[in-house]
């Protein structure tokens, strides 16, 4: 899935206008997109446009009630995965790039932009 951020939000100075990011999971409420520092942040889906709503069957959706859900790829599910990830351990973080190599997502860094260290 792929979603475009629908214009400049000062709330979001991660986030480009007109920007289109990949989304890494969703909720009914936010998506976890892959934001400019290739952090996977959740943000309101009300300051996005959907580009492609395309989401690989094999995702996982966890359903509570009629209107409350969670959906994630199969490998960043597990319970606390994003809490371990921001904690810095360094399993979920292998496994987060695993999963992005994995999917082809490129950076979202504009060219010329490098994380620190690499």
Known sequence: MRVRLIKNHSDFPHLSPEREYCV???????????NDEDEPILYPKSVF???????DQNWVWERFGDDEY?????????????????????????????????????????????????
């Open 49 to 55: 446009n959907v580009t492609d709503a395309h989401i």
């Open 24 to 34: 890494v999971g969703l909720d009914h409420e936010s998506f976890r997109v892959l």
């Open 70 to 118: 969670y959906a994630n790829p199969p490998e960043l599910q597990a319970p606390g995965f994003y809490e371990d990830f921001f904690d810095g351990n360094e399993e979920a973080r292998r496994q987060f790039e695993s999963y992005v190599r994995r999917v082809g997502e490129g950076r979202t860094k504009p060219e010329g932009r490098t994380k620190p260290g690499t």
